[in-house]
Structures are given as C-alpha cells and as structure tokens.
C-alpha cells in the first residue's frame, strides 16, 4: 500500500519562501512520477508540478514557473517543491501525487495520477 505524506505548509508574508516536502511509502518512489497540485477555497485542484521518476524531465504551471522548483531524492524517497516570491495567490491546500507511468513522463493531469496525500496548506498574506 502505497502512502504520501505531505509536510512543510504554513502562513507566511508576500515574497517569502517555503519548502514542502513529500514522502512516499510502501513502494521505491523511483516507480512514480512525482506531481504538485494545488486547491484553493472555492476552486478545483489545478497542476503545479511534476517530475519524471528519475527526475531528469520537469513540467511546471506558467504561473509558477521561475518561482517554484520541484526536485527528487529517490534514496529518501522524497520529492520536495520549493516555492520562492511566495504571492497570495499561492494561498492553497497543496497535494502531492504518485503516477504509475513511463520512465520519461511528467504528467500533469490529476487522472493520471494513482496514488494522493492528504494536502498541506499554505497561506501567504499580503
């Protein structure tokens, strides 16, 4: 059984940064394709991120690209998503995901996804 546990939210300032972290258990997460969504109060959950199983292939939302940066170390079975210029816009329950996919993809729809945490959240005041 396959389980995510999600970590590292909070409330911060406009501008600031934030390292959330996600570990995979159960299974090597060098199985999976690694991805960030996001759900803010009224909203459907919409991509953020992704990365491919050995973490050579990325894939971000345009509104993030160039402020977030999600990363891999298949040794802790972990994928991190370090967010910088933090905007209240972020403000978010942010979920990490596991695909059962080929070695090269990075998907970036949540159907393609297996397995999900529960969500940390992040709230950033302006």
């Known amino acids: 059984q396959v389980q995510l546990v999600e970590s590292g939210g909070g409330l911060v300032q406009t501008g600031v940064s934030l390292r959330l972290s996600c570990v995979l258990s159960?299974?090597?997460?060098?199985?999976?394709?690694m991805g960030w969504f996001r759900q803010a109060p009224g909203q459907e959950r919409e991509f953020a991120a992704a990365?491919?199983?050995?973490?050579?292939?990325?894939y971000y939302l345009d509104s993030v690209k160039g402020r977030f940066t999600i990363s891999r170390d298949n040794a802790k079975n972990t994928v991190y998503l370090q967010m910088d210029s933090l905007k209240p816009e972020d403000t978010a329950v942010y979920y990490c995901?596991?695909?059962?996919?080929?070695?090269?993809?990075?998907?970036?729809?949540?159907?393609?996804?297996?397995?999900w945490g529960q969500g940390t959240q992040v709230a950033v005041s302006s």
């Open positions: 159960g299974r090597a997460s060098e199985n999976y394709a």
């Open positions: 990365i491919s199983r050995i973490g050579g292939r990325t």
């Open positions: 995901a596991a695909a059962a996919v080929g070695i090269l993809r990075v998907p970036a729809q949540a159907r393609d996804y297996d397995y």
